[in-house]
């Protein structure tokens, strides 16, 4: 019989590596992420082709990873792709790291051989709009999970949450119709929910154009709208800006729609939208936002110095004039259209 672990001495010496420690806390902790927190690890879009994992723990084969800050990753373009948290015992790396397993038409499976082993934490679509979609699969004990002592569940809710509304938050798939129409009919715990929930959806739309989005689940989601640049010969006017809390049904299709830039001959931008529950008008004497709980108006025509906006994550860059000094949206000088508008949907 082997035993574990004892002081050496000069006439008995005792050494052990990390593979046997490994075994010794695997043995009781299984695989996942370590959930002290709902968002512990989560994935969320970055700028640009990129995302951002949270700070937290997770535990692969008795090995502990720990993030103390948020991590960026480059995807790698357009596509399915797979953010993983990968356990590498080879001689180079010997580590835990995150990791983005590039896809095209299918999320890539995690690897699970030899030295490596995969944790998904996230699947990511990058589509050409650009609309960049993350779906968060921690609670997915194929691809994931959460740690949990051998025997026992991934981890206890707080005090003060429901253990209900936590499954609704992070496994609900395993409640039953009766169960989600529980919570979902519950004000208060549709409360609870909505401060304890992982956040599982964030969309942008930056290209001029009409889609339909489709909620994931029922709950709140904040909707930014930024309507389209408008022409000018010196300078074009900013597009409005709106923002809104909206509460939507799991299923529930809103036609989204995205505000052209304005350019010469046809001077005013286009209106931006999500359904009939904010908008915000173009630039063309200056754009307003319509239905928000925050509602501001575009900035005036500007001389040819370029702007950045940027909102909630998205990012786009006008050539020449836009307001951002005194407004949102951006616009457009002499012989250039302005910038389209924005639509972000994050839940």
Not at 4 to 21: C, G, I, L, V
Not at 196 to 206: C, D, K, N, P, W
Request: aromatic share 12%.
């Amino acid at each position: 019989m082997r035993s574990m672990f004892f002081n050496s001495t000069e006439a008995d010496p005792r050494e052990y590596d990390a593979a046997q420690f490994a075994g010794y806390f695997g043995a009781f902790i299984g695989s996942g992420v370590f959930g002290s927190s709902p968002d512990a690890l989560s994935v969320s879009p970055g700028e640009g082709l990129s995302v951002t994992i949270a700070p937290g723990r997770v535990y692969i084969n008795g090995y502990m990873g720990i993030g103390d800050e948020p991590e960026a990753l480059a995807l790698p373009g357009f596509g399915k792709h797979s953010v993983a948290l990968r356990l590498d015992l080879s001689s180079e790396r010997r580590r835990i790291y995150p990791i983005v397993l590039a896809g095209t038409d299918a999320f890539p499976a995690p690897e699970r051989g030899g030295n490596v082993y995969d944790l998904v934490i996230a699947h990511v679509e990058a589509a050409s709009g650009p609309a960049v979609t993350v779906t968060d699969t921690r609670a997915d004990y194929g691809l994931c999970g959460f740690a949990a002592f051998t025997g026992q569940p991934a981890y206890q809710p707080p005090a003060d949450v429901p253990a209900l509304v936590w499954d609704y938050a992070l496994f609900p798939d395993s409640l039953s119709a009766a169960q989600r129409a529980m919570v979902e009919g519950s004000p208060s715990y549709m409360g609870q929910y909505e401060a304890s929930r992982v956040s599982r959806e964030f969309r942008a739309y930056t290209e001029a154009g009409t889609y339909t989005y489709t909620a994931p689940g029922t709950g709140a989601y904040i909707i930014e709208v930024v309507g389209g640049g408008g022409w000018g010969q010196y300078g074009g006017y900013g597009g409005g800006y709106a923002k809104k809390l909206v509460r939507l049904l799991r299923g529930q299709q809103v036609t989204v729609t995205v505000g052209a830039g304005g350019y010469q001959g046809n001077g005013s931008g286009g209106a931006s939208s999500f359904g009939a529950f904010v908008s915000a008008s173009g630039g063309g004497s200056g754009g307003g936002g319509i239905g928000g709980e925050l509602n501001i108006a575009g900035g005036g025509s500007g001389g040819p110095s370029g702007n950045f906006a940027y909102v909630s994550g998205a990012s786009w860059m006008s050539t020449y004039g836009g307001a951002w000094s005194s407004g949102f949206g951006c616009g457009a000088a002499y012989n250039d259209r302005g910038t389209c508008g924005c639509v972000i949907v994050a839940r």
